[in-house]
């Protein structure tokens, strides 16, 4: 099963305006990432978070962690076409031999100028 | 932070033949990690790919399908066998940083 939701799955956004995606997870997160991917090239890290109610930013971009550690969103304020491309969260999956990245089905972001 | 040098970039191949897919770091790392992204979707971890020991297999892929080797702490490779249509996809190697994970450019491999 699904352990990360991502939403919304696409976004099309104006040039300018603020937008949110969301990550939710059922089971506790030990660490949650957020990467940036241009289509059809690698993975930009964007921001981690691993403390409950933690909150980072760069640049336009804020990233936030609840407080119960499930949830996580992605602010982008004022959105220019560059912020336009792919958004996957990613979870930290605790195994025995290690831990391990897995990843939400991606958001889709567009930005019109 | 770790850098990664994954080639090739992007490969068009015939059904039924092999391809090799490679990634060098420029530090030793523990544990390498292979994923696959098919097209419109998300990344799927293929193994974890270990110095010194057989890779570990996420469900639904197999050794066989997916050899992977990892001769020392700085390379390791990824073959994709008898390629079919379906295997289509871009191809990731990732590994372990202070901060999170690190990750390859890519390979976008198209099989006909």
């Known amino acids: 099963s699904q352990e990360l939701e991502q939403s919304p799955q696409s976004l099309i956004v104006q040039e300018g305006k603020n937008l949110t995606i969301n990550c939710t997870s059922s089971?506790?997160?030990?660490?949650l990432y957020w990467y940036k991917q241009k289509y059809g090239e690698g993975l930009i890290f964007l921001m981690m978070?691993?403390?409950?109610?933690e909150e980072k930013s760069h640049e336009k971009i804020t990233a936030k962690l609840d407080e119960k550690k499930q949830q996580s969103s992605l602010h982008i304020t004022a959105s220019q076409p560059s912020h336009a491309g792919i958004y996957l969260c990613g979870a930290d999956r605790l195994e025995t031999s290690g831990s391990r990245l897995t990843f939400g089905e991606g958001t889709q972001l567009t930005v019109n100028p | 932070s770790a850098v990664i040098s994954q080639k090739p970039s992007r490969d068009i191949c015939q059904r039924g033949t092999s391809l090799t897919i490679q990634c060098q770091v420029d530090?030793?790392?523990?544990?390498m990690f292979w994923y696959r992204q098919q097209p419109g979707q998300s990344l799927t971890l293929i193994a974890t790919a270990n110095q010194g020991s057989e890779a570990t297999y996420e469900s639904g892929f197999v050794i066989d399908k997916f050899p992977i080797s990892r001769p020392n702490l700085t390379f390791s490779t990824l073959t994709v066998s008898n390629m079919s249509p379906e295997d289509s996809s871009i191809y990731l190697c990732s590994v372990s940083v202070n901060y999170g994970y690190t990750f390859g450019s890519g390979t976008r491999l198209t099989v006909v």
């Open positions: 530090s030793q790392v523990t544990m």
């Open positions: 978070l691993q403390k409950g109610g």
């Open positions: 089971k506790t997160l030990y660490g």
